[in-house]
């Protein structure tokens, strides 16, 4: 039983990674978190059901300046250091209150920047600088198969099954075509490899997407079903691009996802590559507020 003084907590729905409502990937932002244990924040992450739910603490404005916006960010079961959509969301909520372009983040796995950019239409897009990625473990592709009950033919033969991390690690699998990547699965095969090889998640990408103008489609299942969009992994995923050659230096490419759980989201991506490492990894896209109100707890 969680004991807590009786109090109104004022929260905001953003679609994230879309500019058409209902569509994205949804984030609860609770605005003012301050008083609440990390124990409250997880039920009210239970409560909210969503793939994340973020908490903004706000500070006295020097220490707003010099450290940043204060942010945790919750799943149903974790606190997470690092996720892309929370990052954004909770970024544009901030860049619509306050009026300010650029916007820093306190996030558990350090500072993270984002910059706005106000079109003509009224809209802000919105991008991130995430951490310079770390490049992990390339996998067996025969392995791999096995735990996402894909056979070894729909993994792509020319590219590696490789983990990255901008502070989250994803493995990213590379597969033949759409009806591949809607076959795997289950979650509980997955988690068990992923576990045994220091990734938190697979994100599956394909060349074949449903957008003409889309570089690739994405899927990534987790213990809460399918994530609508996974700004976090498609940092990681930029990395691999750059890295072996997919994104050209200073390309803009958008990867689709979240389209077999009828929530299309597009994330705008872009990465260089300076020697043997990738830097500059940029993770952007619109967001659209659709819910304001309070949670009485």
Known sequence: ?????????????????????????????????????????????????????????????????????????????????????????????????GGNDEIWLDLNVGKIPVHFRREESGRSFGEMRQRDPEAGKVHSKEEVANATGLSLSEIVADLPVQTFSTGLHFTIVPVTSLVAIRKAGPWSRMAEYLERTGGRFFYFVTKETVASDAKLHARMPFYNGDDPATGSAAGCCAAWMAMHGVLARGEQAIIEQGIEVHRPSRIYVRAEKAGDKVVNVHVGGYCVEVAQGELWI
């Not at 204060?70 to 959509?85: D, K, S, Y």
């Open 1 to 97: 039983m969680i004991d807590i003084t009786r109090r109104r907590l004022p929260y905001v729905l953003m679609d994230v990674f879309t500019d058409r409502p209902l569509e994205g990937n949804q984030l609860a932002i609770i605005t003012d978190a301050r008083g609440l244990t990390t124990e409250h924040m997880q039920a009210i992450a239970r409560e909210t059901n969503l793939s994340e739910t973020t908490f903004i603490f706000p500070r006295e404005l020097e220490e707003e300046r010099s450290k940043g916006t204060r942010v945790r960010i919750f799943t149903t079961q974790e606190e997470l250091p690092f996720a892309g959509h929370p990052t954004l969301g909770t970024s544009y909520f901030l860049h619509r209150f």
